[in-house]
Nanobody, 121 residues
Framework: QVQLVESGGGLVEAGGSLRLSCAASGRTFSSYYMGWFRQAPGKEREFVAASSYSGGNTFYADSVKGRFTISRDNAKNTVYLQMNRLKPEDTAAYYC??????????????WGQGTQVTVSS
């Protein structure tokens, strides 16, 4: 079992940056693939980015590739999502997720409560 708490959301102008953090507690953090998803109003939740156990492998949705960077600090039990060159279409609730394996991109095992990101045009 792992508990996930996101922070760092807020309101930013288009072209700006935000960094989301997700603090994990519970079982060994390095035993999980970690990821980020987002859900905009009226839309389904979608995959954004994921990191392997050590952070050596990362995965991104095409819509954020080159703008967002996922990273993790296993010593701090924290995963980050650095979001640059934000666009209004990035506006969504962002959710941290954890999984025992590569299913992180499709069906995570655990979810955080979410943090809102709003990008104004």
């Amino acid at each position: 079992q792992v508990q996930l708490v996101e922070s760092g959301g807020g309101l930013v102008e288009a072209g700006g940056s935000l960094r989301l953090s997700c603090a994990a507690s519970g079982r060994t953090f390095s035993s999980y693939y970690m990821g980020w998803f987002r859900q905009a109003p009226g839309k389904e939740r979608e995959f954004v980015a994921a990191s392997s156990y050590s952070g050596g492998n990362t995965f991104y949705a095409d819509s954020v590739k080159g703008r967002f960077t996922i990273s993790r600090d296993n010593a701090k039990n924290t995963v980050y999502l650095q979001m640059n060159r934000l666009k209004p279409e990035d506006t969504a609730a962002y959710y941290c997720a954890a999984a025992y394996g590569i299913n992180i991109m499709s069906m995570p095992d655990y979810w955080g409560q979410g943090t809102q990101v709003t990008v104004s045009s």
